[in-house]
């Protein structure tokens, strides 16, 4: 069946700051409390959506959170208004306050995972909200990416958006950033690669830890019909977690046949091979395209971001194209490789390089803010259609985050009442433009 893959990206949100919240990201920890530019940031998503509408590939967008989000500081024992509520959290717990904030709902691969309506038991496209719990600012999302999912796939004839996984350690759920999805054509069934840290029954033991466990990977392999031959479950290396890797897709991305990879991608790179060749036989002959060590270190793929890039399927190019962060381009290594790489003949015929500075300098890079969503033509004709790109609504999206971010937002502007009613005033905007319905936020229904 023809289909094609879809990018949604998450919308930067207007409280957009480096508030180095995630154990395990170096950039993010490296640049906790420096002053971020919000308006920098929106701007820089709502051009790298463009680029890839323009091109030709199918864009979509989900909606920021609210931000600062206070039933989570009710839930802490703060009380009164609004405003009393965000200054007494800030004068007595300045963390919580921070990981209320926390900007990073923007990276949509965290969002859920997604299986294609031609791998899935029911015939339908299935996701699994992911439940985010290793990191406290990260587990306050996945209430509002659920609402954000249904509102964007809300025909139950096409969609299954599930419940989060249990909120417990054994099934800590980090979503698309632990999938890789292999096949002949985005159409065709293919195999579904889903990639752990850590077993529940293992201690966290590691320098970093490891957020992904392997309890998750098979309850969501489970809940979406998966066919168990045609699902590959392996672990991560733990020299990459500990060397900054927090997600999978910071060492690997896949499509089609094409798996790009760091050496010290998999805990035992030959099996996790040969199960992808096994799980493939009959559908296809997988491509490996393995990065070794000796040629980008591990430490300048993280830095660089070189795996955390989309891996496209570009308009009237024969090879595949990977859309690349600016800072792949800036490290001798990687754009040594990438050079040398593309004047071959494998796969990867281009690299395009995308300024998501903003994001980057928070821990995620081009292939972080999307979600991708493989849809047949009538399930396309199914999306709500202001969650699918339009240069309309795009110009509105310009114009509104031009007028409601700030340039600029330093660390003690957090406890200021006023940025969270900027905030508010943003979003209730937002509504409108994307038309996400009464009471969509939160706050909105104070």
């Known amino acids: 069946m023809s289909a094609v893959e879809a990018n949604f990206d998450g919308i930067v949100g207007p409280t957009h700051n480096y508030g180095g919240l995630s154990e395990g990201n170096l950039a993010s920890a490296k640049n906790r409390n420096l002053t971020s530019e919000p308006r920098a940031g929106v701007l820089q998503g709502l051009a790298k959506m463009k680029r890839l509408h323009d091109a030709g590939l199918l864009q979509g967008w989900l909606p920021p959170h609210d931000r600062p989000y206070l039933p989570f500081l009710r839930a802490a024992g703060f009380s009164g208004s609004d405003a009393q509520v965000l200054e007494r959290a800030w004068r007595d717990a300045p963390d919580l306050v921070r990981n209320a904030y926390a900007a990073a709902p923007m990276w949509a691969a965290n969002a859920a995972t997604v299986s294609p309506s031609a791998e899935t038991g029911d015939g339908k496209v299935h996701f699994t909200p992911a439940n985010l719990l290793t990191t406290l600012h990260r587990s306050l999302e996945g209430g509002q990416t659920r609402r954000a999912l249904n509102w964007a796939f809300a025909d139950t004839g096409h969609f299954c ?16 950033a632990n999938h890789v999805r292999l096949s002949a054509g985005q159409g065709q069934p293919g195999v579904s690669i889903l990639i752990y840290g850590r ?5 966290w033991s590691a320098k970093f830890p490891a957020r992904q466990t392997r309890e998750a990977c098979e309850a969501v392999a489970r809940a979406h019909g998966l066919d168990p031959k045609r699902t590959v ?77 989309q891996l496209l399927e570009w308009p009237d190019e024969d090879r595949l194209v990977l859309s690349a962060p600016v800072e792949t381009e800036e490290t001798r290594s990687t754009k040594a490789y990438c050079d040398a790489m593309v004047s071959g003949n494998g796969p990867i015929g281009r690299v395009e390089y995308v300024d998501v500075r903003q994001s980057m300098r928070n821990g995620g890079g081009p292939a972080c803010l999307r979600l991708r969503v493989v849809l047949t033509e009538a399930e396309r004709a199914a999306v709500t259609p202001t969650a699918l790109y339009s240069d309309a609504v795009h110009a509105r999206l310009v114009t509104w985050a031009q007028k409601h971010y700030r340039e600029t937002l330093a660390p003690d502007d957090l406890r200021d009442p006023a940025l969270m009613q900027e905030s508010r005033a943003a979003l209730d905007a937002l509504t409108d433009i994307l038309n996400l319905g009464s009471g969509f936020y939160p706050f909105q229904r104070n």
Not at 199 to 203: H, I, K, N, R
């Open 161 to 176: 958006v599930h419940p989060l996984l249990p909120m417990q350690p054994a099934f800590a759920d980090e979503g698309a």
């Open 233 to 309: 479950i392996a672990r991560q290396a733990r020299s990459a977690i500990e060397a900054g890797a927090f997600h999978n897709d910071v060492v690997c991305v896949g499509t089609n046949r094409t798996l790009f990879f760091h050496e010290l991608a998999f805990e035992d790179r030959d099996a996790t091979l040969g199960a992808i060749r096994r799980a493939a036989d009959g559908l296809f002959e997988p491509i490996f395209v393995e990065v070794a060590d000796a040629d980008v270190p591990i430490a300048d793929a993280i830095r660089s971001y070189l795996f955390n890039s």
């Open 199 to 203: 077993e529940a029954s293992e201690p």
